[in-house]
Structure formats: C-alpha cells, structure tokens
C-alpha cells in the first residue's frame, strides 16, 4: 500500500461543485441535523407527495425498522424521465455502442426513451402485469434493458434483473425465488463476436421442476436468431410495442415501495433477494452520481459494468438518468476486437467519465501501453473504479497512461446492499491516495471495530460497520426479513455489518482490505463460497467440497476447490475437466473453479466444522507448518499433510 498523496487538481478545485471545506460542513451537517439535511436533499426527487419525514430506522433487535421519506410519494420512471422533456427532452438519454465496432451505434433521446418506456409499460399490462407483480429481467446490454426496467417502475412491478451469464439454473432459481410472472428476455445476447442463447436459456429454465409461476416471456429480436416461440406463452417484443400506445400514466408509489430486486451471494446458503426502495434508492444513486462524478449537463457518462449488477442499475440507468445524464451503455466486452477496444469507444463518443473494475484495468495493462497509446482520451476529465480494492499499481496506471496524470481516481466502495457509493472520493473535494477510496459519503457513519465489536478510533484496521440507516440501504431480504436481520445486524449488534474488513490511517482515509466472511470476490463479481461447494456436491462423484479463494493476478481473486470424491471414483485430468463444466452448468461460467484439488478428506474440527483458515492457506501456497498455525483441535490433523502433499505435487 502506498501513501503517496495526490492533491485535487487545479482545474477541478476551481471548477468542481463541492470543495474540501464543503465537503467536510455537509459530511458533518448530514449526521448532526439528518432529519433537515435529508428532507433538503429529497427535494433533488420530483415527488407527488413531498416526504415530511426522513429517516425512521433502528438497528436495534426490539424496534428494528429501516424506513425513509415514508410519507413521500413518487415514480421513480417519472424522475428519470418525464421530468426532463420540457427542457432536455432531445438530449440524448442513451448512447449505445454495439459488441461489433464496424455497426452503427445507436441514440435515444429523453423524449424517445419516454415514449419507448410507456409503450413497453402497456405492453406489460397487456401481459397481466400489475402493481407489486415480480417481473425478471434476462437481457443484454441493450437499450431495451433499460426500457424494461425503467416499464416495470412505471407500472409499479418489482424488477428483478439475472445477470446473463448465469446459467438456467441458476435463473430458475432465481424466478422461483420471487415468484416471477413475467420473463423479460432476448433472442441471443452477443459478446466478443459470440452468441449467448438466452431465450433457449429462459427455455430451459421454465422446463425445470418447480419453475411454473411465469405465464409469459417478452422476446426482444436482438440478433434475429432463430429461436422456438411458446404459443400463448411467448411474445415478440417488437410486435407487441408496435401495437401499445405511447401514453401511460405512471402509477404513484410510496417511496418505501420496493423499486427492484437483485439476487447476490452471501456467506451461506442460496443467493439473497436484496430488495431496494423506491425513494430512498433513488435519492441515494442520483446524489452519489452527482456528489462522487460532479455530473454537468452534456457530458457523456460511461459506467462499464452489466445492468445485471448493482453498478449496473445505479449507474448506467437510475442514477445517471435521474440526473438527466447521458449515459452510455456498451454492449460487448473491454478487450474485443483488441485491447484498445474501451479507449476507442472514449474517442468515438467523447467520453467524459469513465467508471470500471480493476480486473479490467489489470487484465489491459498486462497487454502493454501501446494499446492505450493509440488512442486519445483527449475527452476523459474523471475515472471511476469499483468492485473491488484497486492495488496500487492498477491505480497508478489508469491514472498515469490512462488519465495522463489529468483525470483523479474516484474509487467507490459500496456493495449491492447499499445501493450506492458509501466511501469515496469527490473530484474537488478529496485528495487521493492510490488504493484508498478516501472518506465517507454523507450521511455515512462509517465504523471500524474489533472482533468483540469495540469501536476502533483513529488509525487502525477491523471491521468495517455502518452505525446508523442511509436512504439507499436495502430494505430487507425477499421473503426473508429474518434473514436480513441475522445476515447484518447481530455480529455486531445496533450496526450494520459490511463484511469487509478496513484499515484507517493516521489522515483518517479508509482502505478496504477485502471481505472478512465467505465470500470472495472475482473479477468484481461477488461469489458465494457455499453456493460453489453445493453446486460441486450434486455431481454424482463427489462426497464434499469446501471452497475457498486464492490470489489471482488478474481476477483479484480465483475459485480454489477441494473435492472429496466418493468411493469408487478415479481422481483425475478427465474428472477435473468435468466438475468445472458441472459448476458451469450449474450457476454459470462467472463460478468456474480455478483450481480443483482432489482430498482424501477435509479438516475438520471435532465438532465437525471444516477449517477453511488452513484451506485458505494451503490454497495460497502457505504450506510450512508456522504458515498452517494450530492443527491440533482437529478430528485428524493428519489430513493436512495429505493435503500440502498433493498441493506441492501441483504447485
Ligand atoms: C463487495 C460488494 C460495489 C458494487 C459492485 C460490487 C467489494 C466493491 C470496492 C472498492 C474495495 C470493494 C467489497 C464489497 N468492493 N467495491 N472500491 N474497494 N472493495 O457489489 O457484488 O455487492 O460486492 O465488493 O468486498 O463488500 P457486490
């Protein structure tokens, strides 16, 4: 870690919105008068009803409530569109750059994505959709993706987008899980000049043993590939929104609605619907867009990631159109037909922001500079990074042969669960340090404390926790409100638990140091150690799994297996091809294991519990026995040798 600093640059501290002195008044205000200061920055929301409350949360298990702005009603489509016709309504909403560079992008101004919305919002209707009704939401990255999501919230319907990587499973999982009525999906999807067979996916899916709440799919023609039509069940999207009409009057919600939602990993068990509200969620992406990017009319806004994630809904669609920005959104894949793919779209269409995943930047700076080189980035003021911790040296090279020493690094910690940026810098506001993602957002009460929850003051590394509820926090876990409780408010009871762990320095900067639990993190995708091992388990040769992760020089972090197979089979090359194709299959190809060890056995304490301290280590390489620490209150320490054995075999 690096403790360079990086002041503001002099273009920015006399132009930026917000500088240091602002940004630490309204940091403070935001906790000492939040009622006030959060009922002010409601007003940046069209509301039907103003709100004349803010926050009525507690964390506490006897009256735990997380609840904003309940009084307030509004359409969260309204404030990301209808509210920007009379004075941008021909300023371009959406900028979209097609997988193959030789097509023609595409444009929808504020007053056609209007009107596209409205439309495909009737053609829901058409479909039986109603208030409250869970709508999923398998596409590419199209504009129609942000047509559907933005037709659900106009209509009231809950959206629930699945990431077009998973597998069929994994959808249906996730369709069953919600209760889903609709699907919402395309033809093919196309990335890197290959194919993703989503309708046959969603096919799939829909044949699977218990998956029959879905009475209609909306086919969207995106490559015109051939696929099978349901008759009664499956509808051609451009034939249905060439009959709806363009008027569709939005239906007013209730800002604690839930506005969407998503399905992401935990420590245990299945994936979790983390539900986001209707006001409070959009207060908080369209302020941190605004507060993290200082966002000016005109400029061309490109966030990097797949609506099919939480970067994706808060910063290509809700928060940047909330804004009135222009957002781009991209189709294909960073390093696709070259390396120099991402700068080449920065040049064609001017770009101004740049928001993307260190996996990415590594991925780019291993290929050479020369790929950057060739380009201009005249256009780029301000980089973005998120997903996970940015290592110094990604840092220093997008700031360097990327932003030519000219754009600071705005890097976001946040998760899926918070529904925007929690911790980071403001480009006027912020000196940077490589790797840090600086300070908390307003309203933040960011904490650090140790194992037994005893709060950390000043320097020092721990536990990062939230002590008090922001708007854009999520509201609980679909039909699970247990689950949320137990899942972040009860290892350290009164505060929020992120999962991560963080050090603060002598200057107060906060630095992420990674998840603390069983979840690991590849490539800025959130994987749960427990779902890969159950994926592994169903295959007819293995006994038990454990899953950890490893280092991994471009992923951040790899998927490390240990199998245990069941007697009888043959470890070996073939097996091991096969279990990864199985964990494909099984969740989809963002789960490949990187590494599958083959274990006579686990350890395991006494009791039973497998000691994935020693896994973890083993998995890095640390095989000494100073680097293994105490095997003794295992069942059989035994199993350890075994294991650095066959590791070293490998290694
Ligand atoms: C986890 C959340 C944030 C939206 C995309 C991922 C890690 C995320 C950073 C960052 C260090 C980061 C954390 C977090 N993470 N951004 N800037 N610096 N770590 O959302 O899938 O919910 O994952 O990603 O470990 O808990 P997610």
């Given at each position: 870690m690096s403790d360079d600093l990086f002041p503001v640059p002099a273009d920015w501290a006399a132009s930026a919105r917000i500088d240091k002195?602002?940004?630490?008044?309204?940091?403070?205000?935001?906790?000492?008068?939040?009622?006030?200061?959060?009922?002010?920055?409601?007003?940046?929301?069209?509301?039907?009803t103003p709100p004349t409350r803010a926050s009525e949360s507690s964390f506490d298990e006897a009256d735990f409530t997380i609840r904003w702005f309940a009084d307030g009603t509004l359409n969260a489509s309204v404030n990301c569109l209808d509210r920007h016709l009379a004075e941008r309504g021909d300023a371009v909403a959406i900028l979209w750059e097609p997988d193959d560079p030789?097509?023609?992008?595409?444009?929808?101004?504020?007053?056609?994505?209007?009107?596209?919305?409205?439309?495909?919002?009737?053609?829901?209707?058409?479909?039986?959709?109603?208030?409250?009704?869970?709508?999923?939401?398998?596409?590419?990255m199209i504009p129609e993706a942000a047509v559907a999501l933005l037709a659900c919230a106009r209509i009231?319907?809950?959206?629930?987008?699945?990431?077009?990587?998973?597998?069929?499973?994994?959808?249906?999982?996730?369709?069953?899980?919600?209760?889903?009525?609709?699907?919402?999906?395309?033809?093919?999807?196309?990335?890197?000049?290959?194919?993703?067979?989503?309708?046959?996916?969603?096919?799939?899916?829909?044949?699977?043993?218990?998956?029959?709440?879905?009475?209609?799919v909306l086919v969207v023609r995106a490559t015109g590939g051939t696929v099978p039509m349901q008759n009664g069940r499956d509808i051609w999207y451009d034939e249905a929104m060439a009959q709806a009409s363009a008027d569709c009057p939005a239906e007013i919600m209730n800002a604690e609605d839930p506005l969407f939602l998503l399905y992401t990993s935990g420590s245990t068990g299945k994936p979790k619907g983390v539900v986001h509200s209707t006001g409070g969620y959009l207060l908080w992406a369209s302020l941190t867009h605004q507060l993290c990017f200082d966002y000016r009319p005109g400029d061309v806004w490109w966030c990097a990631a797949d609506v099919g994630w939480v970067t994706g809904h808060s910063y290509i669609v809700y928060g940047p159109l909330a804004n009135g920005a222009t957002t781009l959104m991209y189709e294909g894949l960073p390093n696709w037909p070259t390396h120099s793919r991402i700068w080449e779209i920065v040049d064609r269409h001017q770009v101004h922001t740049l928001f993307t995943a260190p996996t990415v930047l590594r991925a780019l700076m291993k290929e050479g500079d020369a790929f950057v080189h060739v380009t201009s980035r005249a256009s780029l003021r301000l980089l973005g990074s998120v997903g996970e911790p940015i290592n110094p040296e990604a840092w220093r090279w997008y700031h360097h042969v990327v932003g030519e020493?000219?754009?600071?690094?705005?890097?976001?910690?946040?998760?899926?669960?918070?529904?925007?940026a929690m911790i980071a810098p403001m480009p006027g506001a912020t000196d940077l340090k490589p790797g840090s993602a600086t300070f908390p957002m307003p309203g933040v009460e960011a904490m650090i404390v140790d194992g037994e929850g005893r709060p950390i003051e000043g320097e020092g590394e721990g536990n990062l926790v939230i002590a008090r509820s922001w708007p854009g926090q999520m509201r609980t876990v679909w039909n699970d409100h247990d689950r949320f409780f137990q899942t972040y408010f009860t290892t350290f009871p009164g505060k929020y638990t992120t999962g991560d762990g963080a050090r603060r320095d002598a200057d107060g900067y906060y630095w992420i140091t990674g998840r603390v639990d069983d979840v690991i993190n590849v490539s800025g995708h959130r994987m749960g150690t427990a779902e890969v091992e159950s994926a592994l388990v169903l295959h007819s040769a293995v006994a038990e799994a454990a899953v950890v992760g490893m280092p991994h020089e471009i992923k951040?972090?790899?998927?490390?297996?240990?199998?245990?197979?069941?007697?009888?089979?043959?470890?070996?090359?073939?097996?091991?091809?096969?279990?990864?194709?199985?964990?494909?299959?099984?969740?989809?190809?963002?789960?490949?294991?990187?590494?599958?060890?083959?274990?006579?056995?686990?350890?395991?304490?006494?009791s039973g519990k497998i000691m994935r301290r020693i896994l973890r280590k083993i998995a890095e390489g640390e095989v000494s026995p100073q680097a293994l620490g105490d095997t003794s209150t295992l069942a059989d320490p035994s199993v350890v040798d075994d294991l650095v054995r066959s590791r070293l075999a490998f290694a």
């Open positions: 002195a602002a940004r630490a008044a309204d940091y403070q205000r935001s906790l000492e008068d939040a009622d006030a200061y959060w009922l002010e920055q409601a007003r940046r929301l069209d509301w039907n030789d097509e023609t992008p595409r444009q929808l101004t504020y007053r056609q994505l209007h009107a596209e919305v409205c439309r495909f919002a009737n053609v829901l209707k058409g479909a039986g959709a109603r208030r409250g009704d869970r709508i999923t939401i398998y596409l590419p009231g319907a809950i959206h629930s987008v699945v990431f077009g990587g998973f597998s069929p499973e994994a959808l249906a999982g996730r369709i069953i899980d919600c209760d889903s009525t609709i699907v919402v999906t395309a033809d093919e999807g196309r990335r890197g000049g290959r194919r993703v067979p989503l309708k046959a996916n969603v096919d799939t899916a829909l044949a699977l043993d218990h998956c029959s709440s879905v009475h209609h020493d000219r754009c600071p690094i705005i890097d976001t910690w946040w998760q899926t669960e918070t529904g925007g951040g972090q790899g998927i490390y297996a240990y199998v245990t197979l069941n007697a009888g089979e043959v470890p070996g090359e073939e097996l091991r091809r096969a279990l990864i194709q199985w964990v494909r299959a099984e969740i989809g190809p963002i789960a490949t294991p990187d590494v599958i060890q083959f274990a006579p056995g686990l350890p395991k304490t006494r």
